[in-house]
């Protein structure tokens, strides 16, 4: 396979992140730090090379859920769609220090995440193909971590403390304005509150438009509504022409 400069330049941002951010150190009440960027690397870095060289806009998610991104190393990635729909598979090796209650599969992986079935569920259903969605579109998280405590809850990367915070979201920053370099997108979409708040601190100096949808977690009430037909009234709304199912 001939990989395309971009995917190369994104593959190079994507290690560069993996490395900073596995330097970075965590305390109670985490107790275990994912990192995808290493043990997921062959399916990851098979996704980037799912990128255009240049998109109209970017999706970016806050970091892995448990059973998405952690399992197979694809933003929002339910093993079902990456395998199936994305046509993406790779081994996984397991993570340091693994979770006893939060294993990692890989592509074996039996749970399904909401959040990843409706994002890719949705793109599946206006696009019809990956190479229609990705010629125009990517979708990336901002924080390639997943953090658990010792029950194995998750915990998001808001809620580290300042300290632990401060260098994460620097390194992040840093991989977000790199990747807006090289998808040259005129627009970056938060899916939720969070991801829309650190594109714009990130890419305050950027001229890239930013906005927000609604993020998909079935922990949030109006996404459980009809997350689909809301999240396309939102895009519309941002002047994105999205494909009617």
């Not at 090379?49 to 694809?74: C, H, K, S, Y």
């Not at 939060?102 to 079935?117: A, H, I, L, M, W």
């Not at 930013?210 to 396309?232: C, F, M, Q, V, Y």
């Amino acid at each position: 396979m001939v990989v395309r400069t971009t995917s190369s330049e994104l593959i190079r941002i994507s290690r560069r992140l993996g490395k900073k951010v596995d330097s970075l150190s965590f305390g109670p009440p985490v107790t275990h730090v994912y990192n995808p960027l290493v043990y997921a690397r062959k399916s990851h870095e098979k996704y980037l090379q799912l990128a255009g060289d240049r998109v109209e806009a970017i999706f970016f998610g806050m970091n892995p859920g448990p059973w998405g991104m952690a399992q197979t190393g694809v933003p929002f990635g339910e093993v079902s769609f990456a395998r199936d729909w994305l046509g993406l598979t790779a081994p996984v090796s397991k993570p340091d220090g693994e979770h006893p209650k939060r294993p990692v599969e890989g592509f074996d992986c039996g749970r399904s995440e909401v959040s990843g079935r409706r994002i890719w569920g949705w793109v599946r259903d206006a696009f019809g193909s990956p190479d229609a969605f990705f010629a125009r579109f990517f979708v990336g998280n901002y924080c390639p971590l997943a953090f658990l405590e010792e029950t194995g809850r998750n915990r998001t990367p808001d809620k580290l403390p300042a300290r632990e915070r401060e260098p994460l979201f620097d390194a992040c920053d840093r991989a977000l304005r790199e990747t807006v370099h090289a998808l040259q997108p005129a627009m970056v979409i938060g899916v939720g509150a969070f991801a829309e708040a650190r594109a714009n601190a990130a890419l305050s100096d950027v001229d890239v438009r930013i906005g927000r949808i609604l993020h998909p977690s079935p922990a949030s009430p109006a996404a459980n509504r009809d997350w689909a037909g809301e999240a396309t009234r939102q895009i519309r709304s941002l002047g994105i022409d999205w494909p009617t199912v």
